[in-house]
């Protein structure tokens, strides 16, 4: 089982900057992965970025050359740094960590409860 918690949404102005921060506490097991995800009200969640342990990363190509995903595998926590933020980046950002229990276990997906980031003058 594992328990996802965001942090670091907020308001900023068009062309600004935040970092977000998750943390994904486990009790037994491993996060193969962690990523963020955005949604805005009347549409599915869509990627903005994934890392896995060993490192590779993949972006929507929204946020390809603003957005930078990182992580600490030894805590389990991703970061993602949010550089010329706009408008339409305005959304509800989750966060997502797979967990996987053992070695030759399917990875089950958990999900932090969200965080809102408004990008507005």
């Known amino acids: 089982q594992v328990q996802v918690v965001e942090s670091g949404g907020g308001l900023v102005q068009p062309g600004g900057s935040l970092r977000l921060s998750c943390a994904a506490s486990i009790i037994m097991g491993r996060v193969n992965a962690m990523g963020w995800y955005r949604q805005t009200p009347g549409k599915q969640r869509e990627l903005d970025a994934t890392i896995t342990s060993g490192g590779s990363t993949d972006y929507a190509d929204s946020v390809k050359g603003r957005f930078t995903i990182s992580r600490d595998n030894a805590k389990n926590t991703v970061y993602l740094q949010m550089n010329s933020l706009k408008p339409e980046d305005t959304a509800v950002y989750y966060c997502?960590?797979?967990?996987?229990?053992?070695?030759?276990?399917?990875?089950?997906?958990?999900w932090g409860q969200g965080t809102q980031v408004t990008v507005a003058s």
């Open positions: 997502n960590a797979k967990e996987q229990p053992t070695p030759l276990s399917n990875e089950y997906d958990y």
